[in-house]
């Protein structure tokens, strides 16, 4: 099954008010073509799961800029001063949540669990309005899970049925997040017709579609 996908025909799977969950880290590992896809696009009121809020021109800071993003999930968003701004002007919701948890959060869409317990957050401003519950005597948040309408990955390399190579830092969130999405597509580096079962990072059963680098 070839999987191969056009930058133009991306446009086609978006839709106002979905859920976007977005592989990086500080923008490494994030598919800049697809973001730059989502900006054409022109949808908006879009929900964005992702580490950080990009850089104010690149990786989703460029669809946050755009105006098109309604709320951030994010563990962090000092790498881009504008979500700051858009945040204290209400022009943008931010859900700022501990990283480890944000992971677990998005793992857990993935592996379609309803969420995970944690300590992290117990007694600050991240357990406000959450359920709390005691095991043994310890007391542990409850995160729910995270899924997205639509995963956006990046690789180093992908076959044409989409199992992915990821090389060192790359690999970050985007594992994790092609796991939760309804739809996930992962942007190649570089097309090859066959990887190594032994370096497959995001294994080509949860890709849907391969947009390779350079597609317009």
């Given at each position: 099954m070839n999987k191969i996908i056009t930058k133009d025909q991306i446009k086609d799977l978006?839709?106002?008010?979905?859920?976007?969950?977005?592989?990086?880290?500080?923008t490494n590992g994030t598919p800049q073509m697809i973001c730059d896809a989502v900006v054409e696009s022109g949808v908006k009121d879009l929900t964005l799961v992702c580490n950080d809020g990009g850089y104010e021109e690149s990786g989703i800071g460029k669809i946050i800029k755009n105006g098109q993003c309604k709320t951030l999930i994010t563990s962090h968003i000092g790498l881009n001063p504008l979500v700051g701004q858009m945040m204290a002007t209400n022009d943008i919701e931010v859900i700022l949540t501990p990283q480890g948890t944000l992971?677990?959060?998005?793992?857990?869409?993935?592996?379609?669990?309803?969420?995970?317990?944690?300590?992290?957050?117990?007694?600050t401003l991240v357990a406000e309005g959450k359920e709390i519950i005691n095991i043994d005597g310890k007391d542990f948040l409850?995160?729910?899970?995270?899924?997205?309408?639509?995963?956006?990955?990046?690789?180093?390399?992908?076959?044409?049925?989409?199992?992915?190579?990821?090389?060192?830092?790359?690999?970050?969130?985007?594992?994790?997040?092609?796991?939760?999405?309804?739809?996930?597509?992962?942007?190649?580096?570089?097309?090859?017709?066959?990887?190594?079962?032994?370096?497959?990072?995001i294994p080509?059963?949860?890709v849907n579609y391969v947009l390779e680098g350079g597609t317009k």
């Open positions: 978006l839709f106002d008010g979905m859920t976007i969950l977005v592989g990086g880290f500080m992971a677990e959060q998005v793992r857990a869409g993935g592996s379609g669990l309803g969420g995970v317990l944690t300590p992290t957050g117990i007694g409850l995160e729910k899970a995270i899924k997205g309408d639509l995963a956006i990955c990046k690789s180093n390399q992908s076959d044409h049925v989409g199992n992915s190579t990821l090389l060192g830092t790359t690999i970050n969130f985007n594992p994790l997040m092609a796991l939760a999405g309804k739809i996930t597509i992962v942007e190649t580096d570089e097309l090859v017709d066959h990887i190594d079962p032994n370096s497959v990072t080509g059963v949860v």
